[in-house]
C-alpha cells in the first residue's frame, strides 16, 4: 500500500493540472503558439486565427465552479493547437522549405519567376561581360528579391524601385542611404536611358551583400 501511494504521489506530481484556471489557460495556448516553429510563416491571418482559439478557449470558463468542461481542459488544448497547424499547414505550406522557391511575381513593373541567388547571378554575369546597365538592375532585384524571400519586404504589382528602398531602409537603418542611391540607379538604367558604370554596380552588388548578412529590425518584418 506504501509503495502504491508513493507512485501514485510520483505520477501526481509529473501530470499537470487538467483544471487550468483561465488566465493560466489562455497563457499556456498563447505561450504555445508563440513558438518558433509556429512563428515560422507567420502572418496576419494566423495571429488572428491564435487570438481567435485563445478567445474561444476562455469562453469554456476553465476553473473551479465554472460552466464549462474543466475536467478534459489539457485535451481541448492539445485538440485546438492540432487543428491550428493542420490550418496554418494548408494555408502556408511547410515553413522555410519553400520559402525562397514559392516567392515570384513582380519586381519592379516586370513579372520575375527567378530567385534572388539566379538574379544575382545574371548581374555578376553581365558585369562580367561589361555590361553595367544590366548588372545594375539585376542587382537591384536581387535585393528585392532576396528581402521578399526572408519575408522582411512584401513585393506587390506597382511597387516602385523609391518605394522599396523606403520600406527596405526602415528594416536596414544602416544601409537606409545606400537603398535610396541603389533605386536612383536602378531607376536611371531602367527607365532613363542611362548607361549603368561599373562604380555604380559595384556600389549596388556591394549594398546587395550587406543586406544579405544583416538581421532587420524586428519591428520591420511582415507579420
Do not use: C
Amino acid at each position: 500500500m506504501v509503495v502504491i501511494g508513493l507512485a501514485g504521489s510520483a505520477i501526481a506530481a509529473l501530470t499537470p493540472p487538467l483544471d487550468p484556471p483561465a488566465g493560466q489557460a489562455r497563457e499556456l495556448l498563447l505561450r504555445e503558439l508563440s513558438k518558433p516553429e509556429y512563428q515560422t510563416s507567420k502572418s496576419n491571418f494566423f495571429q488572428q486565427l491564435a487570438t481567435w482559439i485563445a478567445d474561444w478557449f476562455m469562453s469554456l470558463h476553465f476553473g473551479s465552479g465554472g460552466s464549462g468542461f474543466p475536467a478534459i481542459g489539457y485535451l481541448i488544448i492539445a485538440i485546438v493547437v492540432a487543428v491550428a497547424l493542420v490550418v496554418a499547414f494548408l494555408v502556408f505550406g511547410l515553413p522555410r522549405l519553400n520559402r525562397r522557391s514559392a516567392v515570384t511575381g513582380a519586381l519592379f513593373g516586370d513579372e520575375d519567376a527567378r530567385s534572388s541567388d539566379a538574379l544575382r547571378a545574371a548581374a555578376e554575369g553581365a558585369a562580367a561581360n561589361g555590361d553595367y546597365t544590366a548588372a545594375i538592375a539585376e542587382e537591384f532585384r536581387a535585393i528585392a528579391r532576396g528581402l521578399a524571400e526572408r519575408s522582411v519586404i512584401g513585393m506587390f504589382p506597382g511597387t516602385t524601385a523609391t518605394e522599396f528602398a523606403r520600406e527596405a531602409g526602415q528594416a536596414f537603418t544602416a544601409a537606409a542611404d545606400g537603398l535610396e542611391r541603389a533605386a536612383r540607379s536602378f531607376d536611371g538604367v531602367r527607365y532613363l536611358g542611362k548607361l549603368g558604370t561599373e562604380a555604380e554596380w559595384r556600389a549596388v552588388a556591394a549594398l546587395e551583400r550587406e543586406i544579405r548578412a544583416s538581421k532587420p529590425l524586428l519591428a520591420r518584418v511582415l507579420s
